[in-house]
């Protein structure tokens, strides 16, 4: 009897033990748990280390043109990059910013092992915020509504081309150089820059008249600009300088606006000398131009800029420049002008208003010039003092301060500024105590480009990029 109790007073004992063991075992698995978390967390290995990047076959996606021979632009814009400088590095959707960092620390210090993993593993880059896509352009809706080419003009400027003086005859003399600036609604600054600075109406040395006028489209989101058209409506009083046409303004719409442009030159300035058309973020040397004009013709075909030959469409879907075949089969895009700016007579003005009635709308407005340009038999001449890529840095001095009012004093047209760049460069170059010629490292002789123009000058081997 007592043996019996002794057994099962031990089975008891046993089978408390058991369980106290159990429990024991629960508990140190579940700390095990909660440390490797901890670890894991600290160390970075739940943040996923594999992405996809997506690169394009060319320097940059602002690489409007691949071009066999063009010239070097500052950012590789691909196509119109719009001028812009020379080679920069490609951009990459990543994002400089460090990841954010756990701020709890393991409770152990076993860090041997992830350091040493760390120092022999290659170094991955920090995730970047995924960037907003933008939808595909919808090339067959535009082919579709091409043949919608005529808008009405909302706000006009019928005087402008009208010049009174004393002895002049009733009726008014056209200008001898009309500026064109291609502009939007919102950008009521740069519009402001231009007009204070380089865009300046008034009467120029030699009897010379400029006028300039901003070319706009109705904004395609409204509601970022509230009372927008009331905006241009008192702008328009005030500076008597907007032309407003009824289209959305818009990239692939930037050809509505030169066929509009035109068509309002041959209605209501068809007797001006010669027409400076350009971008709102450049700066122009106008007395350079005037000075190059001295001797050319109004009445015979003239068309000066930064010209882009043998260059080909941009067939990667990623680019803001794509062009299916569909649209244009071609293998090489007719010569055309950087659109940063460029110089043509009144002549030419008119016959491409004519001209580009007749071509098919083209989303690239630069291209499309071009075109036009092509049906008349122009060939466009190019000027080194435009510079709608920007000022190059030379290879050999990468520390060479570009913006510099003596790079700027013989050019005529650069891209592209700020407006308080702008703003700088006008005030830097109209003063009088700048002197470019007081440092022994300079040449005997400083570079003039004005005067200079050749119509049958590749860019050589480089590739062609402008931007708008």
């Given at each position: ?24 075992l629960l508990l140190v698995l579940f700390c095990l748990l909660l440390y490797a978390r ?66 709890s620390k393991p409770l152990l210090k076993s860090k041997g092992k992830s350091k040493s ?31 919608n080419r005529n808008f009405n003009l909302l706000i006009n400027q019928p005087e402008k ?308």
């Amino acid at each position: 009897m007592t043996m019996m109790r002794r057994m099962i007073t031990m089975r008891r004992i046993l089978h408390v033990k058991g369980d106290v063991m159990c429990t024991m075992l629960l508990l140190v698995l579940f700390c095990l748990l909660l440390y490797a978390r901890q670890v894991a967390i600290s160390s970075g290995w739940d943040r996923p280390q594999w992405k996809l990047e997506i690169h394009g076959s060319t320097s940059s996606s602002r690489t409007l043109l691949g071009a066999s021979g063009a010239k070097g632009g500052r950012e590789s814009q691909e196509f119109p990059s719009s001028p812009s400088e020379p080679q920069l590095p490609a951009c990459k959707p990543q994002s400089k910013s460090k990841p954010p960092q756990a701020k709890s620390k393991p409770l152990l210090k076993s860090k041997g092992k992830s350091k040493s993993r760390r120092k022999n593993a290659a170094p991955t880059k920090p995730a970047a915020k995924p960037l907003p896509t933008m939808p595909p352009f919808d090339f067959e809706g535009y082919l579709k509504a091409k043949d919608n080419r005529n808008f009405n003009l909302l706000i006009n400027q019928p005087e402008k081309c009208h010049i009174r003086g004393a002895e002049e005859e009733e009726g008014g003399e056209a200008p001898y150089m009309l500026i064109a600036v291609k502009s939007v609604a919102a950008d009521f600054d740069k519009r402001q820059v231009v007009r204070r600075t380089w865009g300046k109406e008034g009467l120029f040395p030699n009897d010379v008249t400029i006028r300039t006028v901003f070319l706009l489209g109705v904004p395609r989101n409204r509601t970022a600009l509230p009372l927008w058209d009331r905006l241009l409506t008192y702008e328009s009083q005030t500076f008597r300088d907007i032309l407003l046409w009824d289209f959305e303004d818009t990239f692939f719409n930037l050809t509505l606006k030169e066929t509009h442009f035109l068509k309002w030159v041959n209605s209501s300035c068809p007797q001006v000398k010669f027409i400076f058309k350009g971008d709102a973020d450049v700066y122009v040397n106008v007395e350079n131009i005037l000075e190059m004009l001295q001797g050319q013709k109004p009445d015979e075909d003239l068309f000066v800029g930064d010209i882009i030959i043998h260059a080909k469409p941009i067939r990667r879907r990623s680019s803001k420049y794509y062009v299916p075949e569909f649209v244009y089969g071609g293998g090489l895009y007719p010569n055309y002008a950087g659109g940063g700016g460029f110089v043509m007579s009144g002549h030419t003005a008119r016959r491409l208003s004519s001209a580009c009635q007749q071509v098919e709308l083209f989303p690239i407005d630069d291209v499309f010039l071009g075109m036009c340009l092509q049906l008349i038999g122009v060939k466009p001449s190019r000027h080194q003092g435009f510079r709608t890529f920007g000022i190059p840095r030379p290879s050999a001095a990468p520390h060479l301060q570009t913006f510099n009012p003596c790079f700027y004093r013989e050019l005529m047209v650069v891209h592209s500024l700020s407006v308080p760049q702008i703003w700088l460069m006008w005030n830097l170059l109209h003063d009088p105590d700048l002197s470019c010629h007081n440092r022994s490292s300079q040449t005997p002789s400083p570079f003039k480009w004005r005067g200079k123009m050749a119509e049958d000058t590749d860019y050589g081997e480089k590739r062609v990029f402008i931007m708008h």
